[in-house]
């Protein structure tokens, strides 16, 4: 017996149905905090449906039936997964701790203000004068980062969702203008501290006097947060381990991702230079630094 053939396109109802869930999960998603991931319920009539994203996926659970009763099914089941849900870490419900506070469902110092401001298109100044704070601990002396305005930023449900804000440091670099990066890319996606590791490398051992070092950012902080076996976004990952499929024609490939924190001293566009010396010096540096000087 052939199966069913898959429903081709959807009502109108169920799109708007599916845009309010996803609006829901986005807006979880469009604060710049460590949320690795997010769940929501759909309740039509007796029935509840259950959305869980992160950054490479988004899983929709099998209906619930919360009208009929009976042992482990209907009302028994709903039941079962609301008292799971409030028994939930913060870790295991998406916002994660500093990675260096092993306690868990632990956030430190100021980041538990980073859940409260969320993103609205074109706004720049959600989360200026909030702090975060990064690492720490009794090796390492912890980085306090107070946000600035929005450089840019790349909300999304399943990808990178990568943002870059103004930054200001009230522990280290306190005379440096900071930029931090926040972003969820794929683990085997190389960091661009370590293009630029290299690119620093290159400048010292095959340019006079260094003089490429001059428009090389300095990375001042770089981190990567995986996740272990037991965490939420590792036991999704494993679902789709020679997972099958309703339509063997469609397959997808599950991108692990990590949480990656880039914190850099401020470069500045060539537009804000007024003075024509200036200017031409920057043409000059870029076009063949090595074959003229500024008294040339």
């Known amino acids: 017996m052939k199966p069913p053939p898959l429903q081709e396109s959807e009502t109108e109802q169920q799109k708007d149905a599916y845009l309010q869930v996803g609006r829901y999960i986005f807006k979880q998603f469009s604060i710049p905090t460590f949320r690795s991931h997010a769940t929501v319920g759909l309740v039509d009539r007796d029935r509840i449906q259950f959305y869980h994203a992160n950054h490479s996926v988004i899983l929709v659970s099998s209906a619930v039936n919360f009208a009929t ?31 260096h506070d092993l306690h868990d469902g632990q956030l430190l110092g100021d980041n538990k203000k980073l859940a409260t401001s969320e993103v609205r298109r074109g706004t720049v100044r959600f989360q200026e004068g909030n702090k975060l704070v990064l690492g720490g601990d009794e090796n390492t002396e912890s980085l306090t980062l107070t946000y600035g305005e929005v450089i840019s930023r790349d909300p999304s449900l399943v990808g990178r969702a990568t943002v870059v804000l103004h930054a200001k440091s009230s522990s280290l670099w306190k005379e440096l203008d900071l930029v931090v990066k926040i972003g969820w890319p794929g683990l085997d996606r190389v960091a661009e501290n370590e293009f630029l590791a290299k690119a620093v490398e290159t400048a010292k051992s095959s340019t006079e006097d260094n003089w490429a070092l001059k428009h090389l950012p300095r990375v001042l902080y770089a981190q990567d947060v995986t996740f272990d076996s037991d965490s939420t976004h590792e036991r999704v990952a494993r679902l789709f381990d020679n997972a099958e499929f309703a339509d063997p024609k469609r397959t997808f490939i599950y991108e692990r991702r990590t949480l990656r924190t880039i914190v850099q001293e401020r470069l500045y566009p060539i537009e804000v230079l007024t003075d024509v010396k200036d200017i031409a010096q920057v043409l000059l540096d870029v076009a063949c630094g090595t074959c003229f000087s500024s008294s040339s």
């Open 69 to 99: 009763s009976g042992r482990m099914e209907g009302l028994d089941k709903f039941i079962a997964i609301m008292i799971a849900f409030h028994r939930l870490s913060l870790r295991n419900d998406g916002t994660l701790h500093d990675p």
